[in-house]
């Protein structure tokens, strides 16, 4: 087990919450938890609020993005909130005709598949984020000391949707395009990457305490396409950044192979999913980056024994990362029993949490 720092340097910072401390590999109190889709269909509150809203609606709502981002924090005692929004989001708001399909996902009206449709794609105004401003500020208000995490979709995944039109399984048009097309891919990314980073700011300007990229799909690629066609526009997008001091935190599913470059491209925690367990992620990540996850989000399903002994397993494994925020490897599966989710959280913090000081 890790030992207790002696000196006061390694005191936890009370006033610096731990999933920011877990984030630059700073001492805890204890591992933070949150989880990936933890506002959502798995909470009965959640289904009872969207009612009879769009889920675009809903996140154009100030309002109700605040209720239901509350929701998991109220109920779970999660060491995080994360935005309820979409990867899709900005391109809604700049004008995209997209919209997100209950057991779909997002369905985009005119797919893009021509460096026309590249160039016909609407900019971002940062004006038009202004309810997403006033949610955050509600919610910051409303988190006391429970840090917000703000999130964008990385330039890859959301050029997935974009181009097959709508979720994927192999994302073969999309590749096809990167490689037929590279002067077009890189053009569609660089314009995904300058609306990601516009709307991470916006967040982040707002008082978000960190954020998330999310490069969901990025599994797909081989090392060599990721670094060459991907990697230096997600590298622009937590670039955008500039020097706002709040830990990035870059994720991917099916990224083992990819582990390193996702760091490389600028992250203080690499998200890692269910695959590669946490002590060989931290191998490949190398001692300069913190970790995320990274439970199987299947194994919530299963009987209490197995969530126990999983749940230890990932926090032993996790150990040898410079820093660990617990979380799953992908989002929470709707059919999972919330009260699972709250003994997790739990569970993780009695198993971590160092003794008082002297
Ligand atoms: O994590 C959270 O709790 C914050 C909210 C959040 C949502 N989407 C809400 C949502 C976040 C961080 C996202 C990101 C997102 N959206 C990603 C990256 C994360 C990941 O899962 O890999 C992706 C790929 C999308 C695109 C998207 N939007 C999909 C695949 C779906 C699911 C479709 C479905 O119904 O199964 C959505 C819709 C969506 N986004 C829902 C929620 C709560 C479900 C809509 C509903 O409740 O009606």
Same mark, same amino acid.
């Given at each position: 087990?890790?030992?207790?720092?002696?000196?006061?340097?390694?005191?936890?910072?009370?006033?610096?919450?731990?999933?920011?401390?877990? $984030?630059?590999?700073?001492?805890?109190?204890?591992?933070?938890?949150?989880?990936? /889709?933890?506002?959502?269909?798995?909470?009965?509150?959640?289904?009872?609020?969207?009612?009879?809203?769009?889920?675009? #609606?809903?996140?154009?709502?100030?309002?109700?993005?605040?209720?239901?981002?509350?929701?998991?924090?109220?109920?779970?005692?999660? @060491?995080?909130?994360?935005?309820?929004?979409?990867?899709?989001?900005?391109?809604?708001?700049?004008?995209?005709?997209?919209?997100?399909?209950?057991?779909?996902?997002?369905?985009?009206?005119?797919?893009? /598949?021509?460096? $026309?449709?590249?160039?016909?794609? *609407?900019?971002?105004?940062?004006?038009?984020?202004?309810? %997403?401003?006033? !949610?955050?500020?509600?919610?910051?208000?409303?988190?006391?000391?429970?840090? %917000?995490?703000? =999130?964008?979709?990385?330039? =890859?995944?959301?050029?997935?949707?974009?181009?097959?039109?709508?979720?994927?399984?192999?994302?073969?048009?999309?590749?096809?395009?990167?490689?037929?097309?590279? &002067? #077009?891919?890189?053009?569609? %990314?660089? +314009?995904?990457?300058?609306?990601?980073?516009?709307?991470?700011?916006?967040?982040? @300007?707002?008082?978000?305490?960190?954020?998330?990229?999310?490069?969901?799909?990025?599994?797909?690629?081989?090392?060599?396409?990721? !670094?060459?066609?991907?990697?230096?526009?997600?590298?622009?997008?937590?670039?955008?950044?500039? @020097?706002?001091?709040?830990? +990035?935190?870059? =994720?991917?599913?099916?990224?083992?192979?990819?582990?390193?470059?996702?760091?490389?491209?600028?992250?203080?925690?690499?998200?890692?999913?269910? +695959?590669?367990?946490?002590?060989? #992620? #931290?191998?490949?990540?190398?001692? !300069?980056?913190?970790?995320?996850?990274?439970?199987? *989000?299947?194994?919530?399903?299963?009987?209490?024994?197995?969530?126990?002994?999983?749940?230890?397993?990932?926090?032993?494994?996790?150990?040898?990362?410079?820093?660990?925020? =617990?979380?799953?490897?992908?989002?929470?599966? *709707? &059919?999972?029993?919330?009260?699972?989710?709250?003994?997790?959280?739990?569970?993780?913090?009695?198993?971590?949490?160092?003794? !008082?000081?002297?």
């Amino acid at each position: 087990a890790r030992s207790v720092p002696p000196t006061t340097a390694g005191t936890p910072d009370p006033e610096i919450p731990d999933l920011v401390r877990a $984030a630059r590999g700073l001492p805890v109190s204890r591992t933070p938890v949150w989880f990936m /889709r933890q506002a959502g269909r798995s909470l009965p509150e959640y289904r009872a609020l969207r009612a009879g809203t769009g889920m675009l #609606a809903a996140c154009q709502d100030p309002d109700l993005v605040t209720e239901i981002t509350l929701q998991p924090v109220r109920r779970h005692g999660v @060491d995080a909130a994360i935005l309820f929004s979409d990867i899709v989001l900005p391109l809604v708001v700049a004008g995209v005709d997209i919209d997100i399909k209950a057991g779909v996902g997002p369905v985009v009206a005119s797919p893009v /598949r021509s460096v $026309a449709d590249v160039d016909a794609l *609407p900019p971002l105004e940062p004006e038009r984020l202004a309810f %997403l401003q006033t !949610a955050v500020r509600q919610l910051v208000a409303e988190l006391g000391p429970i840090p %917000l995490i703000g =999130f964008a979709g990385a330039p =890859f995944t959301l050029a997935t949707y974009l181009i097959e039109g709508g979720p994927s399984k192999e994302h073969a048009r999309t590749k096809a395009f990167m490689y037929a097309e590279p &002067e #077009a891919w890189s053009r569609l %990314l660089d +314009r995904l990457a300058v609306s990601a980073a516009t709307f991470l700011r916006a967040q982040v @300007d707002a008082g978000a305490s960190a954020v998330q990229l999310f490069d969901s799909w990025a599994g797909v690629l081989s090392a060599v396409d990721y !670094a060459e066609r991907v990697l230096p526009h997600s590298r622009a997008v937590i670039d955008g950044l500039g @020097d706002r001091d709040v830990p +990035r935190i870059h =994720f991917g599913v099916g990224t083992g192979e990819l582990l390193p470059l996702i760091g490389d491209a600028g992250a203080d925690v690499v998200g890692v999913d269910w +695959r590669v367990p946490l002590d060989e #992620a #931290a191998r490949r990540v190398g001692p !300069a980056r913190s970790l995320q996850g990274n439970l199987d *989000p299947a194994v919530l399903l299963a009987d209490r024994g197995t969530v126990d002994r999983e749940v230890r397993r990932v926090v032993e494994q996790g150990r040898a990362a410079r820093g660990h925020i =617990f979380n799953l490897g992908h989002g929470v599966l *709707p &059919e999972t029993d919330p009260d699972v989710l709250t003994h997790v959280v739990e569970l993780v913090h009695e198993l971590t949490a160092t003794p !008082a000081g002297p």
